[in-house]
T-cell receptor
């Protein structure tokens, strides 16, 4: 069974803290994605990566950075957390070829609260 | 750019049929996908239309018409467990965006007894 795991389900941090969100997939997928989900705004792409050490900005990259040192792991970093980054963060992965590229597998999400 | 429009909420009766529409404005894309997300859960892939026409998977069907810039998800024999949010998504053709999906804002389906 395919699996995407995220390091925490719930996280509470203070304004200004550096926050790391980790995502691991066991499907040998090339693509990995970070989204945030807010009520009424749907899923918005923050960053994605199509290979180790490669990254591309999504729609809302400001205030975030990412790291992909190994194929199975994709980290989202909030350099200095702010209250407007309180959200649900979802990681996903997919294949890079063919129609399977349209099938993304999501992790359970991390609900981050920044106080 | 890509823009997908879905109704924000739909209510239907258990056992009935419901259609969730997705209209889009996009310069070109590979296919239209649908995802389901229960409250508190992660989105899960439901169906994909690479070509125009109807795709059927059990009680769920999905349709795409590129000439009409329109697609829909059809849920038959509705069950209470179908209460969830449903997202349509497209994967655009060009550049680095060829790997990413653009999602609609989602339709919250409520199934009532």
């Amino acid at each position: 069974d395919v699996k995407v795991t995220q390091s925490s389900r719930y996280l509470v941090k203070r304004t200004g803290e550096k926050v790391f969100l980790e995502c691991v997939q066991d499907m040998d997928h090339e693509n990995m994605f970070w989204y945030r989900q807010d009520p009424g705004l749907g899923l918005r792409l923050i960053y994605f990566s199509y290979d180790v050490k490669m990254k591309e900005k999504g729609d809302i990259p400001e205030g975030y950075s990412v790291s992909r040192e190994k194929k199975e792991r994709f980290s989202l970093i909030l350099e200095s957390a702010s209250t407007n980054q309180t959200s649900m963060y979802l990681c996903a992965s997919s294949r890079i070829y063919g129609r399977e590229t349209d099938t993304q597998y999501f992790g359970p999400g991390t609900r981050l609260t920044v106080l | 750019g890509q823009s997908l429009e879905q109704p924000s909420e739909v209510t239907a009766v258990e056992g009935a049929i419901v259609q969730i529409n997705c209209t889009y404005q996009t310069s070109g894309f590979y296919g239209l996908s649908w995802y389901q997300q229960h409250d508190g859960g992660a989105p899960t892939f439901l169906s994909y239309n690479g070509l125009d026409g109807l795709e059927e998977t059990g009680r769920f069907s999905s349709f795409l018409s590129r000439s009409d810039s329109y697609g829909y998800l059809l849920l038959q024999e509705l069950q209470m467990k179908d209460s969830a949010s449903y997202f349509c998504a497209v994967r655009p053709h060009s550049g680095a965006g060829s790997y990413q999906l653009t999602f609609g804002k989602g339709t919250k389906l409520s199934v009532i007894p």
